[in-house]
């Protein structure tokens, strides 16, 4: 995910909902907390995708390598190469 465009779009999320919120309550300190709220929330969202992927690719490449059998311990014929 390309953070700068991702920063734009919360942005614009965040002012869509101060503004709906301004004009659902007539209150412009309830819009900007509506605001925040919004941004805090897809801020939240972001970080947990970018956890998942950075940490969900690390079990992965461990499951990777647990079904990769490992040339070194195959058992050799009696040609001295690798038995199939």
Known sequence: MYFPQFLVGMLATSAVAAVWAYFDTGSIGKGVIWGVIAAVLLQAGYFA???RLVYGRRDTEQEAEETIPDAAKQPL????KLAS
């Open 77 to 80: 014929g009696s040609n001295g």
């Open 49 to 51: 995708l970018v956890f």
